[in-house]
């Protein structure tokens, strides 16, 4: 079946290194969806893409989609101490009226001030 | 805005039982509502997308009639999950949009649910 692969796992930065996390597809996506969860929180919806090619910038977050539709990333410039969290990602597929929506493991991200 | 809320956060029930959990979406009118759980350490999973005054759509794999779930107005949304075993133990977390920003999904602060 589909699946999502995210990585890495695990990213400990230095307060004010940069900080990218990966999510690749097997299947071509429709869209794609980055969340953030703080640990002991719930998951916070950053942004969907939905273009091939698109990129979205919120602040120090750039978003991307690949030109396939099978990957995609997450960069934070200059990572600060408010950025500590699990970042996921969740790829939706083709198919049936919705499509399954596949969530990746998650990156952790942790920062050192 | 946008402030959703999940009632209860936390239940334990004994094996067997049925137990019910509510999402709200407190400011905002909502037709779609997700329903997700999330076991420790692990990803969300999307169960389940709950649409006002219809049937829900249930992911591959996820029973219906085991979890079943109601949207009866714009700002409610209900998961029971029926004769609970142990392995539903999770963290249930329902999410929902708004009716005039479906990019955007409101997450609860979720359900822990335990069965012993």
């Known amino acids: 079946g589909q699946q999502v692969m995210q990585i890495p796992q695990y990213q400990h930065v230095q307060e004010g290194e940069d900080f990218t996390t990966y999510c690749n597809s097997s299947?071509?996506?429709?869209?794609i969806q980055w969340y953030k969860q703080r640990p002991g929180g719930h998951p916070v919806f950053l942004i969907q893409?939905?273009?091939?090619?698109e990129v979205k910038k919120q602040k120090r977050l750039t978003f991307q989609f690949g030109e396939a539709k099978k990957n995609s990333s997450l960069h934070i410039t200059a990572t600060q101490t408010t950025d500590v969290g699990t970042y996921f990602c969740?790829?939706?597929?083709?198919?049936?009226?919705?499509?399954?929506?596949?969530f990746g493991k998650g990156t952790k991200l942790s920062v050192k001030p | 805005g946008a402030v959703v809320s999940q009632h209860p956060s936390w239940v334990i029930c004994k094996s067997g039982t049925s137990v019910k959990i509510e999402c709200r979406s407190l400011?905002?009118?909502?037709?779609?509502m997700f329903w997700y759980r999330q076991f420790p350490k692990q990803s969300l999973m999307l169960m389940a997308t709950?649409?006002?005054?219809?049937?829900?759509?249930?992911e591959q794999g996820v029973e219906k009639d085991k979890f079943l779930i109601n949207h009866a107005s714009l700002t409610l949304s209900t998961l029971t999950v029926t004769s609970a075993h142990p392995e539903d133990s999770s963290f249930y977390i329902c999410?929902?949009?708004?009716?005039?920003?479906?990019?955007?999904?409101?997450f609860g602060p979720g359900t822990r649910l335990t069965v012993l």
């Open positions: 969740a790829g939706r597929n083709y198919g049936g009226s919705q499509g399954n929506l596949i």
């Open positions: 400011d905002f009118q909502a037709t779609t």
């Open positions: 893409l939905v273009k091939s090619g």
């Open positions: 299947t071509t996506l429709s869209n």
């Open positions: 709950s649409n006002e005054g219809s049937k829900a759509t249930y």
């Open positions: 999410s929902a949009q708004e009716v005039w920003d479906t990019d955007t999904q409101y």
